[in-house]
C-alpha cells in the first residue's frame, strides 16, 4: 500500500549509505526503521510487519539469502529489495531463489531506489487481499483457498475460522479468542464447536498438505505454524 504511513524497514550496516537512503525514503513520506544487523533485521520484519524490506547483500550476523528465506519460510511475503555489488549475477541469483522480490547493484541513483519502492507498495496493495502461509494461500476478496496450485474447497465457517488463523500465524489462539471472532459469542466454553471445525480444517488440509499445519496447545487454545 503506497502511502505516507507505508512502512518501509532498512537493513543496512553502511550507516552513510544507510542514513542517504533514510532520508531520501523520508522525503517521500514513508516511515522509516534503520536496523543494521541481520539477526535484529529478523526480529524487526516479524515484529513491526513492515510494507516493505530493503536490505543489503552484505548483512552481519546473518547472510542475506538466509534472512530472506527465513522470511519466506514463515508466511511472510511482503515486498524484499536486496542491494547487491555491482556485476556480481551470482548475489542476484541467490537472493531471487531465496525469496527476493527485487534487486538492485550497488552503486545506483536513490531515484531509481525510490521508483523500485514505489512500484512494489502498489503491487502490494493489489494483493493486500491474499493472506499466504508457507505453500497455503487464501484470497479473502474470492474466499478461495489454494495449496500450491490446488484449491481447497471450504464451507463459510472454514473459511472464516482459517482466516482468522492466517491473520494470526505462530500465535496461539485462545477458545475464547476464536469464539469471539468466528462465532461472534464468547461464553460458550462447553460447546465442541471449535474441535469439529478445527478438525474438518485438518481433514482438509492435511489431504494437500505432507505436515500438519494447525497445531493443539493443551489447556490454552490452537497454533497455525509448520
Same mark, same amino acid.
Given at each position: 500500500?503506497?502511502?505516507?504511513?507505508?512502512?518501509?524497514?532498512?537493513?543496512?550496516?553502511?550507516?552513510?549509505?544507510?542514513?542517504?537512503?533514510?532520508?531520501?525514503?523520508?522525503?517521500?513520506?514513508?516511515?522509516?526503521?534503520?536496523?543494521?544487523?541481520?539477526?535484529?533485521?529478523?526480529?524487526?520484519?516479524?515484529?513491526?510487519?513492515?510494507?516493505?524490506?530493503?536490505?543489503?547483500?552484505?548483512?552481519?550476523?546473518?547472510?542475506?539469502?538466509?534472512?530472506?528465506?527465513?522470511?519466506?519460510?514463515?508466511?511472510?511475503?511482503?515486498?524484499?529489495?536486496?542491494?547487491?555489488?555491482?556485476?556480481?549475477?551470482?548475489?542476484?541469483?541467490?537472493?531471487?531463489?531465496?525469496?527476493?522480490?527485487?534487486?538492485?547493484?550497488?552503486?545506483?541513483?536513490?531515484?531509481?531506489?525510490?521508483?523500485?519502492?514505489?512500484?512494489?507498495?502498489?503491487?502490494? !496493495? &493489489? @494483493?493486500?487481499? %491474499? /493472506?499466504?502461509?508457507?505453500?497455503?494461500?487464501? #484470497? *479473502?476478496?474470492?474466499?478461495? =483457498?489454494?495449496?500450491?496450485?490446488?484449491?481447497?474447497?471450504?464451507? !463459510? &465457517? @472454514?473459511?472464516? %475460522? /482459517?482466516?482468522?488463523?492466517?491473520?494470526?500465524? #505462530? *500465535?496461539?489462539?485462545?477458545? =475464547?479468542?476464536?469464539?469471539?471472532?468466528?462465532?461472534?459469542?464468547?461464553?460458550?466454553?462447553?460447546?465442541?464447536?471449535?474441535?469439529?471445525?478445527?478438525?474438518?480444517?485438518?481433514?482438509?488440509?492435511?489431504?494437500?498438505?505432507?505436515?500438519?499445519?494447525?497445531?493443539?496447545?493443551?489447556?490454552?487454545?490452537?497454533?497455525?505454524?509448520?
Amino acid at each position: 500500500m503506497e502511502a505516507v504511513t507505508a512502512h518501509v524497514l532498512l537493513v543496512e550496516n553502511d550507516s552513510q549509505l544507510a542514513q542517504l537512503i533514510a532520508q531520501e525514503l523520508g522525503c517521500e513520506g514513508y516511515k522509516v526503521n534503520l536496523i543494521e544487523d541481520g539477526i535484529s533485521g529478523l526480529l524487526a520484519a516479524r515484529q513491526t510487519n513492515p510494507d516493505l524490506i530493503i536490505v543489503t547483500w552484505t548483512l552481519l550476523g546473518l547472510s542475506c539469502a538466509e534472512f530472506c528465506h527465513r522470511l519466506r519460510s514463515t508466511y511472510n511475503c511482503v515486498p524484499i529489495i536486496v542491494l547487491t555489488h555491482e556485476g556480481q549475477v551470482y548475489e542476484r541469483i541467490m537472493g531471487l531463489n531465496a525469496g527476493a522480490s527485487d534487486c538492485l547493484s550497488k552503486p545506483f541513483v536513490l531515484e531509481e531506489l525510490i521508483a523500485r519502492v514505489r512500484a512494489h507498495l502498489r503491487q502490494g !496493495a &493489489k @494483493e493486500a487481499y %491474499l /493472506l499466504q502461509f508457507e505453500q497455503l494461500v487464501l #484470497n *479473502q476478496k474470492a474466499r478461495q =483457498v489454494y495449496y500450491g496450485h490446488q484449491e481447497i474447497e471450504l464451507t !463459510a &465457517k @472454514e473459511f472464516d %475460522l /482459517l482466516e482468522y488463523f492466517m491473520r494470526h500465524p #505462530n *500465535q496461539v489462539l485462545t477458545r =475464547v479468542q476464536i469464539l469471539d471472532h468466528v462465532w461472534g459469542y464468547e461464553n460458550f466454553a462447553s460447546s465442541n464447536v471449535i474441535e469439529v471445525y478445527i478438525r474438518y480444517l485438518r481433514i482438509k488440509l492435511e489431504a494437500q498438505s505432507a505436515t500438519q499445519l494447525i497445531h493443539t496447545v493443551r489447556g490454552v487454545g490452537y497454533v497455525l505454524r509448520n
